[in-house]
């Protein structure tokens, strides 16, 4: 389900989402993403932290348009961004960097340095982006993900693309399911010691 209301990277946006499980939390609740943890996640949905940012995040949203501009010339489909819900669990959440029309494609864009570059190039996709993008299909219905790497340094793309996998996205929701039985258990126990402490 799109939600056309609400535009990616506003504070609207921003807490919004804190409220839903979304594509890329779900690598972290599936232990693939090197960068974050469970504990870190539950910080930042209770208030406790602040989201993650820095340059080389700054950079990629900055210089997204201008690679979504070549993949669609290259693809020769539209793509636009979006935020959807899952249609069987609302408190499942993706936002897109771009989806076709019709809704069967859709496009993650990721603005990388030479390391990271030559790791996708030798390795493929790294799992917890596969995991992001598996999380964005599921939520949207998109039947193909392409993954875009775009060199920063070169302004080459590699293109990636994936289909659904129905086994891993069960075991995802499996996964997120448990997050949130976690979740709700610390909210009541800050509660509780808030009550103690008041």
């Known amino acids: 389900m799109r939600i056309d209301w609400l535009q990616q990277n506003t504070p609207e946006w921003l807490a919004y989402r ?13 232990g693939s993403n090197p960068y974050s943890t469970v504990e870190d996640l539950i910080g930042i949905k209770c208030g406790l932290k ?3 940012d ?9 210089r997204e348009q201008e690679v979504r501009n070549i993949v669609c010339r290259d693809l020769e489909t ?3 961004p979006a935020v959807h819900l899952c249609e069987y669990n609302p408190e499942f959440m993706a936002s897109l960097d771009g989806i076709s029309p019709d809704g069967q494609e859709l496009i993650e864009i990721k603005v990388v340095g030479q390391n990271t570059w030559g790791k996708i190039l030798g390795q493929g996709i790294p799992l917890y982006y596969y995991h992001q993008m598996l999380w964005q299909m599921m939520c949207s219905g998109a039947k193909v993900g392409y993954f875009i790497a775009f060199n920063k ?19 995802m929701i499996i996964a997120a399911l448990g997050f949130l039985k976690q979740l709700n258990e610390f909210k009541l126990e800050m509660k509780r010691m808030e009550g103690e402490f008041d």
């Open 50 to 52: 602040e989201v993650p």
């Open 153 to 171: 340094k070169t302004n080459k793309i590699h293109m990636n693309p994936i289909s659904m996998n129905s086994l891993e996205i069960k075991k």
């Open 78 to 80: 539209i793509f636009d």
């Open 18 to 30: 804190r409220t839903k499980i979304t594509a890329s939390e779900i690598a972290i609740i599936m």
């Open 54 to 62: 820095n340059e080389d995040m700054k950079e990629g949203r900055e």
